[in-house]
């Protein structure tokens, strides 16, 4: 499995590493507060860590829903928090002419699931030369994401990392199949991080917007590390029921402290650490 690296770390080696934030860039106060909170557990527990927000969602399930500030208010906001708290950012992008804006900022770009087969996306992420973060759509087996990566690499970065977020099931449901671990890291070589929040999410479940069960979160995320995944992905809220977007799986402070020392030890363990 190749790895990456990320400023003074290597995702995919011998240390956890953690993509973390709010779902939406809401206000300074709230993605400040929790770029802190996880920046100081992180650190005190040896984590490589990578704050997460979107300056839009694109694709949320109503028009009237809350999208975020846009990309250059947002933008403004995740250059202060990567500027006060040194750490690296990554975001999400969803039309080709974006990917030139946000690397002035972001280290990591995000392909969102829903657009992980847009090859036009796909080019314009790997062109900036920034990590490249594809989240493997809903409808793709983890066999299947070898094509969407070859996107990146046939337009001449190496920088990708596949993050798994469940497969679409039923009605309004996702289940996650841990056999893309090994499949996403061993057979096609890149490290995995899974998705422990979106994989709880009922999509479109509430009729204007998505329903989770975040009890399920420690679960999955427990078992996607013991499965050998190299880093996780949470969305984490200082209040997830007054958040404007994704707060029914998004995880509380409380729950992230406890949690994230979980995880780290299964990962030792798991790594021979």
Known sequence: ?????????????????IMAGPCVIENEDVVF???????????KLD??????????KANRSSINSYRGPGI???????????????VPIVTDIHIPDEANIVKE??????????????????V??????????????QFLSPYQIKETAKKVSDSGNELILITDRG?????????????????????????????ATHSVQLPGANGTNSGGERRFVPTLAKAAIASGAKGLFFEVHPSPNCALCDGANMIDFQTTHSLFKIVNDIFKLVNNL
């Open 124 to 137: 314009a992420a790997a062109k900036t030369g920034r990590i490249v973060n594809i989240k493997k759509g």
């Open 105 to 122: 900022v972001a280290d990591v770009i995000q392909i969102p699931a829903f657009l992980s087969r847009q090859t036009d996306l796909l």
């Open 47 to 56: 984590i490589n860590f990578i704050f997460k927000a979107s300056y839009d």
């Open 1 to 17: 499995m190749k790895t990456v690296k990320l400023n003074n770390f290597l995702i995919g080696d011998n240390k956890l590493t």
């Open 167 to 195: 497969t679409s099931f039923g009605y309004n449901n996702l289940v996650v199949d841990f056999r893309s671990v090994p499949i996403i890291q061993d057979d096609l070589g890149y490290p995995l991080i899974f998705d």
């Open 33 to 43: 507060k929790t770029c802190e909170f996880l920046r100081t557990l992180c650190n």
């Open 72 to 86: 250059y208010e947002g933008l403004e906001i995740l250059d202060k928090i990567k500027k006060e708290f040194n």
